[in-house]
């Protein structure tokens, strides 16, 4: 089965760092551009981050810009983010997605078809 | 960036009818629109890509239309299981940009 799992989230203050993962199984994440969506409670979906297969290619919204960092390791199948300088609008439900064509290009405009259970990470002091 | 719209927010269906939700963007993104499906505590679920494309396993009752600025996504006939929210997405451009969502439900 073509899953996704994501892991990580919780409660941090202000300022603070957290490192969400996402595990892929039931494909080669390798063949795939991957993102970060988050969720604020009660509210829509947002894109945060996505990378081409390799990393040649990333980009990020510019509400985390500088503060977010996403990376892979496709030897794992994962796919991380990396959330420095925590804010309380930060606060959302974090899903991971791949795209839905295998060219693994980031730019391949294509839609996200596999999506995980999401993370919650919540700021607040 | 591009912003996306959707109307209306929100609406009260019955079983049976036909739901059309509109879609806009602030400028051409061609055909690069896809629809989402979201039910409470779930994640979302893709429904059409590249603007009139049914994703696998998707009921043929969903359809999309559109190109440009304008989109479309249409129920022809409602059931049960189609309440929820529904989003649109460009990913002609970064960020990939979603719509606020259009909430379905029973009237």
Request: charged share 20%; aromatic share 12%; proline share 4%.
């Amino acid at each position: 089965e073509v899953q996704l799992v994501e892991s990580g989230g919780g409660l941090v203050q202000p300022g603070r760092s957290l490192r969400l993962s996402c595990t892929a199984s039931g494909f080669t994440l390798d063949d795939y551009a991957m993102h970060w969506v988050r969720q604020a409670p009660g509210k829509g979906l947002e894109w945060v981050s996505g990378t081409s297969w390799n990393s040649g290619s990333i980009g990020y919204a510019d509400s985390v810009k500088g503060r977010f960092t996403i990376s892979r390791d496709n030897a794992k199948n994962s796919l991380y983010l990396q959330m420095n300088s925590l804010r309380a609008e930060d606060t959302a439900l974090y899903y991971c997605a791949k795209d839905r064509n295998s060219s693994g290009y980031f730019y391949s405009g294509d839609a996200f078809d596999i999506w995980g259970q999401g993370t919650m990470v919540t700021v607040s002091s | 960036d591009i912003q996306m719209t959707q109307s209306p927010s929100s609406l009260s269906a019955s079983v049976g009818d036909r739901v059309t939700i509109t879609c806009r963007a602030t400028e051409s993104i061609k055909s690069y629109l896809n629809w989402y499906q979201q039910k409470p505590g779930k994640a979302p679920k893709v429904l059409i890509y590249a603007a009139s494309s049914l994703q696998s396993g998707v009921p043929s009752r969903f359809s999309g239309s559109g190109s440009g600025t304008d989109f479309t996504l249409t129920i022809s006939s409602l059931q049960p299981e189609d309440f929820a929210t529904y989003y649109c997405q460009q990913s002609y451009r970064t960020p990939r940009t979603f719509g606020p969502g259009t909430k379905v439900d029973i009237k």
